[in-house]
């Protein structure tokens, strides 16, 4: 049985400049962010471009979908889902 984590988000389409900090600053207008983490690439260290959000509950975790989901960041429309789990 798959349990899903409905606090977790999935974060695409960001700008090349978002680090870590500037993720959990968007995203707090949602509510408190407990993690947010732009994946970046092993060895250039460069981001790929998406990364993933957990919120403290499932309801920011919506809130957080439902009003930053196409929003403009830096000139860029970013793509704000419910992370999936990781499939092997």
Same mark, same amino acid.
């Given at each position: @049985? *798959? %349990?899903?984590?409905?606090?977790?988000? %999935?974060?695409?389409?960001?700008?090349? !400049?978002? #680090?870590?900090?500037?993720?959990?600053? *968007? %995203?707090?207008?949602? &509510?408190?962010?407990?993690?947010?983490?732009? *994946?970046?690439? $092993?060895?250039? &260290? $460069?981001?790929?471009?998406?990364? %993933?959000?957990? @919120?403290?509950?499932? !309801?920011?975790?919506?809130?957080?979908?439902?009003?930053?989901?196409?929003? #403009?960041?830096?000139?860029?429309?970013?793509?704000?889902? *419910?992370? /999936?789990? /990781?499939?092997?």
């Amino acid at each position: @049985m *798959i %349990f899903l984590n409905n606090k977790k988000l %999935f974060v695409g389409s960001l700008p090349w !400049e978002v #680090d870590d900090n500037k993720l959990a600053e *968007i %995203f707090s207008q949602a &509510g408190t962010v407990v993690s947010a983490q732009v *994946i970046k690439d $092993r060895d250039s &260290g $460069r981001s790929k471009g998406y990364g %993933f959000v957990e @919120m403290s509950t499932e !309801e920011e975790a919506q809130k957080a979908v439902q009003t930053l989901n196409g929003s #403009d960041v830096s000139g860029r429309q970013i793509v704000v889902n *419910i992370a /999936r789990p /990781r499939e092997n």
